[in-house]
T-cell receptor
Framework: GQQLNQSPQSMFIQEGEDVSMNCTSSSIFNTWLWYKQEPGEGPVLLIALYKAGELTSNGRLTAQFGITRKDSFLNISASIPSDVGIYFCAGQLWGGSNYKLTFGKGTLLTVNP | SQTIHQWPATLVQPVGSPLSLECTVEGTSNPNLYWYRQAAGRGLQLLFYSVGIGQISSEVPQNLSASRPQDRQFILSSKKLLLSDSGFYLC???????????FGPGTRLTVL
């Protein structure tokens, strides 16, 4: 199946630091989504991107839909301990089913107080 | 506002026993519904999706099945569980024609 390459796989940072993670693909996507999953819970949607070049913020989070439609990044500024979790990117493939998303394997974020 | 429920939250079952996990959505009509499994390795694997009552599409051949008896109810079943069925099962919903999916709280299944 289609692959989304999400990196890094894990990050260990100090409270207050900025974080950057990204997803890339060899295929074009219509939509990019970023989710956060805390232990034992379902993923929660953070940001949705629908247009190439779109830059969207949600509090300390900023995400961008790459111009080539093949990548997206998520930045977290001034990290805090509650940012801990697994961050997933997901996309709806250009020309693919309207009902299915392709998911990255996640970035595990650990924030040291 | 829309909410999604899953139950049970946790389940421990012996190998060979049947399974029934339930998912319900409130606050919307005719949603697309999805079942995912998340193994310890973190990736989300799409198992089934449904675009309407009685309409089920299977993504991965396995000993699981899904049914949608009502518009906002999605059930994941098995007649005989395998050890490999252990995992975290997530239900999600989305609006028809939209890409965004919203996840439920999940069910942790352990098969012993």
């Amino acid at each position: 199946g289609q692959q989304l390459n999400q990196s890094p796989q894990s990050m260990f940072i100090q409270e207050g630091e900025d974080v950057s993670m990204n997803c890339t693909s060899s295929s074009i996507f219509n939509t990019w989504l970023w989710y956060k999953q805390e232990p034992g819970e379902g993923p929660v949607l953070l940001i949705a991107l629908y247009k190439a070049g779109e830059l969207t913020s949600n509090g300390r989070l900023t995400a961008q839909f790459g111009i080539t439609r093949k990548d997206s990044f998520l930045n977290i500024s001034a990290s805090i301990p509650s940012d801990v979790g697994i961050y997933f990117c997901a996309g709806q493939l250009w020309g693919g089913s309207n009902y299915k998303l392709t998911f990255g394997k996640g970035t595990l974020l650990t924030v040291n107080p | 506002s829309q909410t999604i429920h899953q139950w049970p939250a946790t389940l421990v079952q012996p190998v060979g026993s049947p399974l029934s996990l339930e998912c319900t959505v409130e606050g919307t009509s005719n949603p697309n519904l999805y079942w995912y499994r998340q193994a310890a390795g973190r990736g989300l694997q799409l198992l089934f999706y449904s675009v309407g009552i009685g309409q089920i599409s299977s993504e991965v051949p396995q000993n699981l099945s899904a049914s949608r008896p009502q518009d906002r109810q999605f059930i994941l079943s098995s007649k005989k569980l395998l050890l490999s069925d252990s995992g975290f099962y997530l239900c999600a919903w989305g609006l028809a024609g939209r890409d965004t999916q919203y996840f439920g709280p999940g069910t942790r299944l352990t098969v012993l």
